[in-house]
């Protein structure tokens, strides 16, 4: 017996709707508006906040600070849109650009990956630049928001006709306002704004972060404040609903 797949439709002259599909839209949207799924979600959200789940995880040899599943979307969407440049804010042990990196090498996409970060430790840049795949990669040293980076990204940018801008770096609302403005521009259309850190909003325990964003004021209330301003950009929520476990619910958005 077969426990995770339904029975295959008998052939048919039009095929029903796969009810495998792994994105099927109505499925992903009941389980995630599920109040069991959702209480349960955000309890291990918050218990894995506690003990830094994030930190868990490498990418071809670099410590990568994302969720598995983050992970998982970003290769759907930039196998989906095909990217030149990836431009990621908050660069900490680089995982992250790697991973990029590798996708860019994997499905064969002449691509560029930028990273911003405002204080990249010797140990980090150096293995970054020894890694086989350092050279798609650039690393500019400053804040996201100073404007002389924002310049220098701005010139890259401007050689690509598909641009994915990703924001990691200070969970502040402030500075992921700013970053929202500056960077959101820069993003081609149909292509991808993530915005990361909006789950601390959804974390109801106290998780005492000692950090300059709480439950109110941070990347989820800057991105609720800045889709106000009405940007040309949807949020893809079909995705936030497959992911359930994501440090950025609601902050993946495609530029219409
Ligand atoms: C959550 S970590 C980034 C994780 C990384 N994106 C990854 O996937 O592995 C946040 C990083 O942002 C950096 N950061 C903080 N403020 C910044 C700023 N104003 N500009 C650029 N980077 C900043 C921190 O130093 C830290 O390395």
Same mark, same amino acid.
């Given at each position: ?36 799924? !959702? ?6 959200? #918050?218990?894995? /906040? *506690? ?6 995880? @490498?990418? $071809? ?56 970060? !405002? ?6 840049? #150096?293995?970054? /630049? *020894? ?6 990669? @650039?690393? $500019? ?116």
């Amino acid at each position: 017996m077969n426990y995770f797949f339904d029975a295959e439709p008998a052939s048919m002259a039009q095929p029903p709707a796969d009810p495998n599909d792994p994105r099927d839209p109505a499925r992903a949207a009941a389980m995630a508006h599920d109040p069991e799924v !959702i209480t349960a979600a955000r309890t291990l959200l #918050a218990k894995t /906040f *506690e003990y830094r789940y994030y930190l868990n995880f @490498r990418w $071809l040899g670099r410590p990568i600070v994302q969720y598995p599943q983050d992970i998982i979307a970003l290769q759907e969407i930039v196998w989906d849109t095909r990217p030149t440049l990836i431009v990621e804010t908050g660069v900490a042990h680089g995982g992250s650009l790697i991973f990029y990196a590798s996708l860019f090498e994997l499905m064969k996409i002449p691509g560029e990956v930028v990273g911003v970060e !405002i204080e990249l430790r010797p140990h980090n840049e #150096a293995a970054i /630049f *020894e890694h086989p795949l350092h050279e798609r990669i @650039r690393v $500019l040293k400053g804040s996201s928001t100073d404007p002389s980076i924002l310049a220098e990204v701005k010139t890259i940018a401007a050689r690509h006709a598909r641009v994915m801008v990703v924001l990691d770096s200070l969970h502040t609302h402030e500075h992921v306002l700013t970053e929202l403005e500056a960077y959101a521009p820069l993003v081609t259309p149909g292509n991808y704004l993530v915005c990361f850190g909006t789950s601390v909003a959804d974390v109801t325990t106290d998780l005492d972060l000692k950090r300059a964003w709480d439950q109110q004021r941070n990347p989820k209330s800057a991105l609720d404040a800045w889709l106000g301003t009405k940007p040309p950009f949807e949020v893809d929520q079909g995705l936030s609903d497959r992911l359930i476990l994501s440090d950025g619910p609601g902050g993946y958005l495609r530029r219409t």
